[in-house]
């Protein structure tokens, strides 16, 4: 079973800075791994997949990069509404997991 | 428009039994592989259950095996989930998800809007 460990827990930004986020899977996943953002009372939505493609509407300000096990989400100017939740979720091999999510808090 | 409608959330007792079901529309619902994925309260995502586009592959957390069964129906584009010997740790929103085809991988790119199941005495 792959284990996912996002760091850090909480982010505290202002908007216009640069968020990086983390994951690290436990054994090697290549780019087999997704992000998600969660907002309150809603659900998850699709961000990145296998590593740096971006999903069907997703603006260019989300990037993702890694392989292996280290791989990281970065938000290159944070705009209001993408202070939220963020998972990430490997499909390396069955049982799926998500990591425990990092949240980005305005300061 | 895709949509993702849940249904069969309740209060049950620890021991009890519920199933759970997803209609849905705007897309080829033959097409995808399905999932279920919860969400206790306060607490981050934790996938339960996958079926493949036929419902000959199923797939499950360790921690429903056994007790949970997905199935889907492809006549009524429904997708359910079959929950028994229901714990308090089972307490959670529900959410039903469509995997995605292009590329075909097991990433959900659309999801329901929840139901919460509660499990208490």
């Known amino acids: 079973e792959i284990v996912l460990t996002q760091s850090p827990a909480t982010l505290s930004l202002s908007p216009g800075e640069r968020a990086t986020l983390s994951c690290r899977a436990s054994q090697t996943i290549s780019s087999y791994l997704a992000w998600y953002q969660q907002k309150p009372g809603q659900a998850p939505r699709l961000l990145i997949y296998?590593?740096?493609n971006r999903a069907t509407g997703i603006p260019a300000r989300f990037s993702g990069s890694g392989s292996g096990t280290d791989f990281t989400l970065t938000i290159s100017s944070l705009e209001p509404e993408d202070f939220a939740v963020y998972y990430c979720?490997?499909?390396?091999?069955?049982?799926?997991?998500f990591g425990r999510g990092t949240k980005v808090e305005i300061k | 428009e895709v949509q993702l409608l849940e249904s069969g959330g309740d209060l049950v007792q620890p021991g009890g039994s519920l199933r759970l079901s997803c209609a849905a529309s705007g897309f080829t619902f033959t097409t995808h592989g399905m999932a279920w994925v919860r969400q206790a309260p306060g607490k981050g995502l934790e996938w339960v259950s996958s079926i493949s586009t036929s419902g000959s592959g199923t797939f499950y957390a360790d921690s429903v095996k056994g007790r949970f069964t997905i199935s889907r129906d492809n006549s009524q584009n429904t997708l359910s989930l079959q929950m028994s010997t229901l714990r308090a740790e089972d307490t959670a929103i529900y959410y039903c998800?469509?995997?995605?085809?292009?590329?075909?991988?097991?990433?959900?790119?659309?999801w329901g809007q929840g139901i919460l199941v509660t499990v208490t005495s």
């Open positions: 979720q490997h499909r390396r091999s069955w049982p799926l997991a």
């Open positions: 998800a469509k995997m995605m085809t292009a590329p075909a991988v097991p990433f959900f790119d659309c």
């Open positions: 296998d590593a740096s």
